[in-house]
T-cell receptor, first 114, second 113 residues
Framework: EAQVTQNPRYLITVTGKKLTVTCSQNMNHEYMSWYRQDPGLGLRQIYYSMNVEVTDKGDVPEGYKVSRKEKRNFPLILESPSPNQTSLYFC?????????????FGPGTRLLVL | DQQVKQNSPSLSVQEGRISILNCDYTNSMFDYFLWYKKYPAEGPTFLIS?????DKNEDGRFTVFLNKSAKHLSLHIVPSQPGDSAVYFCAASVGTSYGKLTFGQGTILTVHP
């Protein structure tokens, strides 16, 4: 089954404790992206990657890091989480240059930073 | 700077009637637009898209209209069904090969039986 998976689905942590949210897709997509969803703000892009070892900042990259060492994986790293990073996070993937921008989303990771 | 705006946070419609969800954008470089639907506890799923070379695209009960001069798009759902109750996001991109999507804030649609 074609899918994007994220782990963990729920996470409660404390300020300053480094964490990683994993994202994996089995569709051989070049493009992967991370978004955060906050009330009244919709989905805002954090980082995206157009292929292995190619990453770029989205609209709200501060406080986050990413890496793309393999095509299927795109982990999101919070080196020192803060309460304002409490949010619902989505990973997405898509093909590039196919005349379509349809992105496939994971189920989301709900993060609470105390 | 919100480049894609959905000014109605919510919309309530009776089953069988038409639902119209609206979206405005400010970036004139946007030339590809999509609508996503999101149920609680799930990720958004693609619904329908439209390129700027068209002004209408239809898929079953869903039709998207694009008015480039007004920088406005709308999603029509006819007839609306209770299962359509979800959050709807519009999104826009510059071209289809660059990879960056800009989303609106979302509109919560509730369809009453």
């Amino acid at each position: 089954e074609a899918q994007v998976t994220q782990n963990p689905r729920y996470l409660i942590t404390v300020t300053g404790k480094k964490l990683t949210v994993t994202c994996s897709q089995n569709m051989n997509h070049e493009y992967m992206s991370w978004y955060r969803q906050d009330p009244g703000l919709g989905l805002r892009q954090i980082y995206y990657s157009m292929n292995v070892e190619v990453t770029d900042k989205g609209d709200v990259p501060e406080g986050y890091k990413v890496s793309r060492k393999e095509k299927r994986n795109f982990p999101l790293i919070l080196e020192s989480p803060s309460p304002n990073q409490t949010s619902l996070y989505f990973c997405a993937s898509s093909l590039m240059g196919q005349g379509s921008m349809t992105q496939y989303f994971g189920p989301g990771t709900r993060l609470l930073v105390l | 700077d919100q480049q894609v705006k959905q000014n109605s946070p919510s919309l309530s419609v009776q089953e069988g009637r038409i639902s119209i969800l609206n979206c405005d954008y400010t970036n004139s470089m946007f030339d590809y637009f999509l609508w996503y639907k999101k149920y609680p506890a799930e990720g958004p799923t693609f619904l329908i898209s439209i390129s700027s070379i068209k002004d209408k695209n239809e898929d079953g009960r869903f039709t998207v209209f694009l008015n480039k001069s007004a920088k406005h798009l709308s999603l029509h759902i006819v007839p609306s069904q209770p299962g359509d109750s979800a959050v709807y996001f519009c999104a826009a991109s510059v071209g289809t090969s660059y990879g960056k999507l800009t989303f609106g804030q979302g509109t919560i649609l509730t369809v009453h039986p």
